[in-house]
């Protein structure tokens, strides 16, 4: 199924409004039976910062589209340029305690499965098993001509060595990875190829426009269908990729409890909005539960 290119969405008046009650969530917690759908929001508290929540990446910036990437040079000299320097900051990036909670969630039994949208590993990091990236990793680089997979590590040492000095200071990091550069500070930045056979190699993540797996999305669609509940944790679910297994759930007559601050493109179909911080709110929730955020 192909992702749309949707970069904004304007709630609906007659949304339900949010609240402060986390009640919901550690309800279906203590059922059991969780499936997690994450978003940007959950990483802000790590320093990368969302798409469409105050301060949002999307006022400032657009995130590359496969057509454009495929399209030419420049754009991919470009896009690399940024990737690169971003992945400076974004590879620093630690889980913060909302990606804590989750793992400990899992540990204690109380979640089936944890579905991610985002491209940043924080949920592994912290400890979870199983997690299905659905837009991919940025950890990952893939040739678009030979289909081999290498390290994203390695591909930064290779363009540090074809680019000796690029230090251009960046107006902000985006949930992508992608730093915020202008074009003479893009200047003349060496891509490289494929070590296997010299072709374009690409960041092994979802852009807009390009299609989400079809072997991954029916894995996620299983995991809602077997699930009890859908727990979303920090996203707007303005994309369809998303938003779909919101839409799966509540057809099914399963609970779906959103935990984000700003209103999304799922309320309509969820039990509950909780305006809430992630890190405090399911912190609170791990408290309510017995639920030791550092392994016990």
């Known amino acids: ?122 949920h592994q990091a912290a400890g979870s098993e199983g997690v299905v990236e659905l837009h991919g990793s940025l950890s990952r680089v893939v040739c678009l001509s030979c289909r081999a997979l290498s390290s994203r590590r390695e591909l930064a040492r290779r363009l540090e060595e074809a680019n000796p000095g690029f230090s251009p200071v960046a107006a902000g990091i985006n949930p992508d990875g992608d730093a915020d550069l202008t074009d003479e500070q893009v200047g003349d930045f060496r891509v490289v190829p494929c070590t ?13 426009g390009e299609n989400v797996p079809a072997p991954r999305v029916e894995h996620c669609r299983r995991l809602v269908q077997e699930a009890s509940s859908l727990l979303v944790l920090g996203s707007s679910l303005t994309v369809m990729s998303g938003l779909r297994f919101v839409r799966q759930a509540a057809e099914a007559g399963k609970p779906v409890v959103i935990v984000n601050q700003d209103p999304t493109r799922g309320d309509r179909h969820a039990l509950t909005r909780i305006a809430l911080p992630l890190g405090p709110a399911l912190t609170t929730v791990a408290d309510q539960l017995a639920v030791s955020l550092d392994g016990g």
């Open 1 to 122: 199924m192909r992702m749309r290119p949707t970069l904004s969405w304007t709630p609906e008046e007659d949304l339900p409004p949010g609240t402060t009650d986390l009640q919901p969530v550690a309800d279906a917690l203590r059922a059991g039976g969780v499936v997690v759908l994450s978003g940007a929001g959950i990483s802000t508290e790590s320093g990368i910062p969302d798409y469409r929540g105050e301060g949002g990446s999307l006022s400032r910036h657009t995130p590359m589209t496969y057509q454009d990437f495929t399209a030419g040079v420049h754009a991919r000299r470009r896009y690399w340029a940024r990737s690169h320097l971003g992945w400076r900051t974004f590879g620093r990036a630690r889980p913060n305690a909302g990606h804590r909670a989750v793992a400990a969630f899992a540990r204690h039994g109380l979640l089936s499965g944890v579905i991610t949208q985002n491209v940043d590993g924080l």
């Open 196 to 208: 296997v056979c010299g072709g374009v190699l690409k960041p092994d993540v979802v852009f807009f």
